[in-house]
């Protein structure tokens, strides 16, 4: 099984600042490694598809990149509506996998 | 347009039996890939498992075989999560997920099932 590790788990930050989380895979994954925000008691959203491909939708703040084993999520000048926790999650291998996910908050 | 509409929540004694259901519209239902995630109270996401409806090909992840049967209905659009047994333990939000691709990302989430499993 492909473990996904997230770093950092917490972060409290200011608006307009960027923010960067890490996901680590225990085997390469490609570039199958996609990136979901989920906000209290809402489902899980797709952010970012295949590590660094944009959604439509998604606001152009958000960015991926990586491949193989080590991936980054990047939220350009945070807004106060980003406040969600956010997950990686890998559908290279069976059974697919999610990171631990990071809860990101406003201060 | 898409939507995965799942039923209510579900409150359920241990040893108790349950199905819960995730009915599919504005696709073609039998093309595509359903998943289930589980997420405990205040915990992260859990891949289940997932069936491709067209011939009910299922992959369940290990932790999860033998606990769950995923099953789907093709003349009704829908995918269904069952207990046979429940346990305290199976409390949780209960989402399914519309895959792109067996081997892709998830595109759409039902909006979750509450089951909360107290004697």
């Known amino acids: 099984e492909i473990v996904l590790t997230q770093s950092p788990d917490f972060l409290s930050v200011t608006p307009k600042e960027k923010v960067t989380i890490t996901c680590r895979a225990s085997?390469?994954?490609?570039?199958?490694l996609h990136w979901y925000q989920q906000k209290p008691d809402q489902s899980p959203k797709l952010l970012i598809k295949?590590?660094?491909q944009s959604i439509p939708g998604v606001p152009s703040r958000f960015s991926g990149s990586g491949s193989g084993t080590d991936f980054t999520l990047t939220i350009n000048s945070l807004e106060a509506e980003d406040a969600a926790t956010y997950y990686c999650?890998?559908?290279?291998?069976?059974?697919?996998?999610f990171g631990p996910g990071t809860k990101v908050d406003i201060k | 347009e898409v939507q995965l509409v799942q039923s209510g929540a579900e409150l359920k004694k241990p040893g108790e039996s349950l199905k819960i259901s995730c009915k599919a519209s504005?696709?073609?239902?039998?093309?595509?890939?359903i998943g289930w995630v589980r997420q405990m109270p205040g915990k992260g996401l859990e891949w289940m498992g997932l069936?491709?409806?067209?011939?009910?090909?299922?992959k369940y992840s290990p932790s999860f075989q033998g606990q769950v049967t995923i099953s789907v209905d093709k003349s009704i659009n829908t995918a269904y999560l069952q207990w046979n047994s429940l346990k305290a333990s199976d409390t949780a939000m209960y989402y399914c997920?519309?895959?792109?691709?067996?081997?892709?990302?998830?595109?759409?989430w039902g909006q979750g099932t509450l089951v909360t499993v107290s004697s």
């Open positions: 997920a519309k895959k792109i691709s067996g081997y892709g990302y998830v595109d759409f």
């Open positions: 504005g696709y073609i239902f039998t093309s595509y890939w």
């Open positions: 069936i491709y409806p067209d011939d009910s090909d299922t």
């Open positions: 085997q390469s994954t490609g570039s199958s």
């Open positions: 295949y590590a660094s």
């Open positions: 999650h890998q559908s290279s291998d069976l059974p697919f996998t």
